[in-house]
């Protein structure tokens, strides 16, 4: 079974600087999928990033990106020019490619990071 | 297009009765998935429906039900509820539910049992 960790349940940061999240998953698998959702405190999950873990290129959505380090299993998520918008639980998802495996059909998610963005 | 859609937002009931929930994916979306949320166990996978089959489960026990109907809307159902049972139950709907398609969750059902 794949697990997902999040090893930071907290972190902060100032209004405009940088942060970096982290996560580390464990599978034996070799096709996957990667993903970071943020939850904010309406609970509404919402996508914010995502990897197919074939590509060696990092994804990148606007001030999201993220540096996936296959061989290491890490998959940690970087925040440029952070907004107090941003400050969210922010989770980590594993999702197998392999069909037809039933993890394939599922996320696995992490147990979160809470953001706080300092004004 | 309209977002997914679970009702009720809130319910509180009493350890023994029953609960359903229900959740309207985005229109086109076949694939719905449901999740539980709480404090101490985090996010962990209910079931997955996709064309109203059960295609995957997670390790709940059988008093956790669910089905998905022709329009793809779909239902969760818990009996003999425990005191254990009280968290944010999320619906996530997808085109197809696999590969890197994306999930798009509802707003969730906060259930509380008293």
């Known amino acids: 079974a794949q697990t997902v960790t999040q090893s930071q349940p907290e972190m902060s940061v100032q209004e405009a600087e940088t942060v970096t999240l982290s996560c580390t998953y464990d599978t034996s698998e070799s096709d996957y999928y990667l993903f970071w959702y943020k939850q904010p405190p309406s609970r509404q999950m919402i996508l914010v990033i995502r990897?197919?873990?074939?590509?060696?290129q990092n994804a990148t959505e606007n001030r999201f990106s993220v540096n996936f380090q296959k061989a290491a299993k890490s998959f940690s998520l970087k925040i440029s020019d952070s907004q107090l918008g941003d400050a969210a639980m922010y989770f980590c998802a594993y999702r197998s490619a392999e069909e037809p495996s039933g993890s394939a059909r599922q996320l696995t998610f992490g147990s979160g990071t809470q953001l706080t963005v300092l004004p | 297009k309209a977002g997914v859609t679970q009702t009720p937002r809130y319910l509180i009931k009493t350890r023994g009765q029953q609960v359903t929930l229900s959740c309207s994916p985005i229109?086109?979306?076949?694939?719905v998935s449901w999740y539980q949320q709480t404090p101490g166990q985090g996010l962990q996978f209910l079931f997955e429906y996709f064309s109203e089959t059960q295609r995957n489960k997670g390790n709940f026990p059988g008093r956790f039900s669910g089905r998905q109907f022709s329009n793809s809307r779909s239902e969760m159902n818990v009996s003999t509820l425990e005191l254990g049972d009280s968290a944010l139950y999320l619906c996530?709907?997808?085109?197809?539910?696999?590969?890197?398609?994306?999930?798009?969750f509802g707003p969730g059902t906060r259930l509380t049992v008293l």
């Open positions: 996530a709907s997808s085109l197809e539910g696999g590969g890197i398609d994306t999930q798009y």
């Open positions: 229109s086109g979306h076949r694939s």
């Open positions: 990897q197919e873990a074939y590509k060696q």
